[in-house]
Nanobody
Framework: QVQLVESGGGLVQPGGTLRLSCAAS????????MSWYRQAPGRELELLAT????????TYADSVKDRFTIWRDDVESTVSLQMSRLEFQDTAVYYC?????????????WGQGIQVTVSP
């Protein structure tokens, strides 16, 4: 079974730093582009960052490009997101996403989501 398991969420103060990790299993990790999304209460699902499988090119949403960093470990089959200078607006459920890049409409998998709360 394909599984994406997020970890590292929790409560952090404004201005703080938090690192999320996603462990993938049941798939050939190097075939997948990996992304982080988030959804805050009452807001749309938001794509934050993507790291490609082939080139390892990274792409960031404008709102987080100066604060968040995505990277992947193709040996451990993990993708991480370091979030710095966190703001209350960053409070959301964060999701790990995997997309098979061998086809235009390849298989897509999602993690269960993990809560990040920014509060004094």
């Amino acid at each position: 079974q394909v599984q994406l398991v997020e970890s590292g969420g929790g409560l952090v103060q404004p201005g703080g730093t938090l690192r999320l990790s996603c462990a993938a299993s049941g798939l050939t990790f190097t075939h997948y582009s990996m992304s982080w999304y988030r959804q805050a209460p009452g807001r749309e699902l938001e794509l934050l960052a993507t790291i490609d499988d082939f080139t390892h090119k990274t792409t960031y949403a404008d709102s987080v490009k100066d604060r968040f960093t995505i990277w992947r470990d193709d040996v451990e089959s993990t993708v991480s997101l370091q979030m710095s200078r966190l703001e209350f607006q960053d409070t959301a459920v964060y999701y790990c996403n995997a997309r098979d890049s061998r086809a235009i409409w390849g298989a897509v998998y999602w993690g269960q989501g993990i809560q990040v709360t920014v509060s004094p």
